[in-house]
């Protein structure tokens, strides 16, 4: 109680919903298996919760896989 207090956390925030956003936070860029072992998550079932879309992480994953194709086909990146 003091400890919400100090850091001014309401009381309608619970340790779960911190424990959600530092978990959906890691989760833009951390595996799935890394995410289970970070939560003490057996099974991925659970840890897939926090795989949400992160806002501009698809395009992060388009332009790594154009990327990847270019140097296949030994094209550069022109940026």
């Known amino acids: 109680m003091r400890a919400r207090s100090k850091a001014g956390i309401t009381a309608d925030v619970h340790f779960h919903d911190l424990?959600?956003?530092?978990?959906?936070?890691?989760?833009?860029?951390?595996s799935l298996r890394e995410l289970m072992t970070r939560m003490g998550h057996s099974t991925p079932r659970a840890a897939l919760i926090y795989q949400h879309m992160v806002n501009g992480r698809d395009r992060e994953i388009a332009d790594r896989l154009g990327s990847m194709i270019r140097k296949e086909r030994g094209e550069t990146d022109s940026w």
Do not use: E, P
Request: net charge positive; no cysteine.
């Open 19 to 30: 424990r959600h956003t530092g978990n959906t936070l890691a989760a833009s860029g951390a």
